[in-house]
């Protein structure tokens, strides 16, 4: 039998006891549950990554005590979570007979006003530092603390420190309708659908009225749409919504020009400048084959600087100066960002490049902003622009009756050249990037080209940059779903001009960023998803049903050794759809469009015909399943060409027949849409992430009328069954 744990002489080498210290992963099981031990000069690297030399065995011996002795050194640790409605007790550093004394300022800046209860420590032996005992007491942390972001203040003899004490609900509770039953919305790439007063770009007011009709004509609670990230401020734009330049932002290309409070006092010659803009650019809403983000921002950005120029009422000057007050640091490092991009270029590697040469501090930076005021305030005012969009469209979509209303879409990290990274370098790993390990799909892994939060510094400051992403993307919507949740619990880094085979996992506090998605989803009265598809350990999907959060599950995934599972058979905690946008719609599936597009993109492993006839199988497999449980007719799988449709409905009276808490129906599916959004393995070579919205005859299908057209109807006629 192979051995599938670390033996106990290789558990106690220096260098692995060190990497174990912080959190990186030195051995793991693979995808084909193959055993893998984590080379040294990779571990080496990601150590340097957090900032640790494990450059040779007396500096790893120097790294190991270091930390060690910071953390001892330390009266209690920077950041503690607490349950709402649970004692919980926080571990103190001190002398042998030295006693804790502690507070608690709430969140908000009042005094929680009670005292606190101190008691035994952990019960470990005496620590020698600085030729002093350092042994453990505890402060207790009562069960009727409030939820909030709140800061605990510890003093033993002369000494005094600060934590971060968030405190979090132990679970999201599910919305009334979840508990008994369930809801069921759409899913849609906004960049996709097109109306008639668009730029060639679905933008926010496509996304209200997309939310309204959706309501209006099928009943549906929610719509889950791309990433809405905020972009580069200039072409070209990155296709990708899960490559963004920051995550805390929104995407203001997305805004409609038209539908500005200040569009309405236009002149006779701006107006008809902007009509004349948007005229340029109407006939891409009839492109079938892509979706052209370039042509539409160059004409867009245009028109909106004329809008721009206009100027603004008092009320309307206060509103964008309080925006950007509340914004803060963040809009102020993206809009700095932006003008950088606009003036000297796009931010490249290369060592005379201004994102490599300069900081938000340099002198330089400092200039350009007082050279350009007007154009660093209009990058301001853009994202106000954007948000004011965004949350109108969520807002309308409530006042519609939708219970959950928009379904926001959290990328699993930034761009590395982005405004975040470069605005604040000291939250990110340094040397390494974000993938995955090798799998069947991707036989040499991935390598996202995204810099990891660091562990580090993510619990140095109460976890801020992860708090106020999560705060931020509610505060827009109704729902949030988390790409790869996994990174929550363990991410694969990749160190720097290595391969990505060539990684280990980077383990994080996943209790602690679980609570505070709990926090932030309680406050705004919304729900969570993580799609936890792939290689996902057990303990991921019991941690999430733990803490109320719901999982995925997608129908062309739900089987085991080439057998389907019953829908009834699926866990409740979960978003059902039966496809992902990384796959072709239920139709092109059912066609093998993936087959056809891997053989002429050169991204099969072996003859198409090994890969056809697996294709069938598994479709095969899937119709068995669909039979055996009544949600198909025997004679229709018998005759597939003739009855796709019927089939691909059956496929939804399947999710009806699962216990799952959300149910997601694809806009792709319900018009007959064959392509796929996204290719992976590809980049140019693909058109991913700029596919429109078309029917089974590849012609454009428009907003309008898009919730009456009678294939949709028939879908949502068996959602709402």
Known sequence: ?????????????????????????????????????????????????????????????????????????????????????????????????????????????????????????????????NDRFITTSSVVIPADLPAGYHTLHVTVGNRTQDATLISAPARVELLDEMKSGHLWGWMAQLYSIRSGNSWGVGDFQDLADLLKDAKKHTGADFTLINPVHAAEPVSPLTPSPYLPISRGLVNFTYIRPEAIEEYQLLGKESLAQVEELHASVEPLNGDAQVVDRDSMWRAKMHALWIIFKLGRSPERQKAFADFCQEAGDDLEGYATWCLCYDKWGAPTRELGNWEQKYTKDSPEIQALKQQFPDTLNFYRWLEWIATEQLDRAQREAREAGMRIGLMADMAVGVHALGSEVWWHPENFAKGATVGAPPDMFNQQGQDWSQPPLSPIALENTGYAPYRNLVHNMFAHAGAVRIDHILGLFRLWWVPAGRKPVDGAYVHYDSETMLGILALEASRAGGVVVGEDLGVVPDYVADSLSKHGLLGCAVEWFEQRDGRFRAPADWRPYALASVNTHDLPPAAGYLELEHVELRERLGLLDGPKEDFERAAMNEQNAMLEMLVRENYLDADFADHREAHEQDIIESQYRALKGSPCKLLAASITDAVGEKRAQNQPGTNNEYPNWRIPLADAKCDVVPLEGLFERESVQRLSSIMNG
């Open 1 to 129: 039998m192979t051995e599938r744990t670390e033996s106990a002489e290789r558990l106690a080498r220096p260098l692995i006891r060190l990497a174990k210290l912080v959190g990186i992963g030195t051995s793991y099981v693979g995808m084909s549950d193959d055993y893998h031990e984590i080379e040294d000069d990779v571990l080496v690297d990601l150590l340097a990554a957090l900032g640790i030399d494990a450059s040779g065995d007396e500096a790893i011996r120097g790294s190991i005590k270091h930390i060690r002795d910071a953390r001892r050194s330390r009266l209690v640790p920077p950041t503690v979570l607490h349950t709402v409605g649970e004692e919980s007790r926080v571990l103190v550093n001190g002398g042998v007979f030295d006693l804790p004394k502690a507070t608690i300022t709430l969140e908000g800046g009042k005094d929680y006003g009670k005292p606190l209860a101190y008691g035994p420590g952990d019960g470990s032996k005496a620590y020698v530092l």
